[in-house]
């Protein structure tokens, strides 16, 4: 539910970007969300149509460009799926993993009239 | 017409949390936010590493709970500086509410502030409150799968404990395969076994906390 929170962030950096640009409309906001940030697309997606309403952000779209968790064994270098193996290396069975990506929670851009 | 934002979406949480920062190196207080389940035992632990700092560090806590003021009295009656933070249903608290709870808290007469972050796995991983460090606590009783369905937070903090190390022989709970996993998703987390209950290993966690504050000050 922090989502409500997020959701709150996202829409004021978003109207601030489209006021700095004499935007007239904000049309639409690309966040890039990783697997692992904690944060549900579904829940942002219906904050930010409650919150977007009476603003010139009304009716703007909300994508969303996930990107998956992605892990490296530090022992052989392998990409790994902690999901999977349950954070072992499949070809060296090494536990010392680090995740790459899925960790993203950022405004990638917005598309103003 | 497409503008390029590249903004953390918690930019304003984010400058608070600078502040928060800016404010407590003024100050020269160290502040370590403590993230766990409900139940994993973080105002027991609070209560057993005041005992320990005592006469070494002055110590004070910051309570987040969703409603009620029970752990801060809790820590109050035990003689330790506490102030509760309640957020109304609010699954985690951000850097707006630390920076309320500084104000409200004598800074002069602090050197170590301990956040209790609400109980939840999850959110509070999302919000920087402005801290030197990041600390887990896993409780036995919770079981050790916890890395595994809760990753993020593990793989972000500078320190675990494992807590109620006690209950082991009554509660499945394997502690090397849990050391194992943990230190391998989090090449830099320092591990602590700690029992609250007996004292085992309190003193070597509060070791840590006092040379971390040594870090923070040079």
Known sequence: MHELEITRSLVNVALDEAKKANARKLKSVTVVLGEMS???????????ELMTKDTIGEGAKINFRKVPMQAQCRNCGSTVN???????????????????????????????? | MEIKVLKNILDVNDQIALQNRNLLKEKNIMMINVWASPGAGKTTLMLRTAEALKGKARMAVIEGDVASSIDTETLAQAGVTAIQINTDGGCHLNAGMINSALQNLPLDEIDVIFIENIGNLICPGSFDLGEYKRIIIASTPEGDDKPHKYPLMFTVADACIVHKIDLIPYVNFDIDGFTRTVSGMNGKIEIFKISSTNGDGVETWADWVLKQLDNYRK
């Not at chain 1, 904690?38 to 997606?45: E, F, L, Q, T």
């Not at chain 1, 990638?108 to 009239?113: G, P, T």
């Open chain 1, 82 to 113: 902690p999901k999977d193996i349950f954070w072992e290396c499949e070809k060296c069975h090494s536990m010392d993993i680090e995740m790459t990506a899925g960790k993203e929670l950022y405004i990638e851009s917005i598309e103003v009239d």
């Open chain 1, 38 to 48: 904690g944060a549900v697309d579904d829940s942002v997606a219906f904050y930010f």
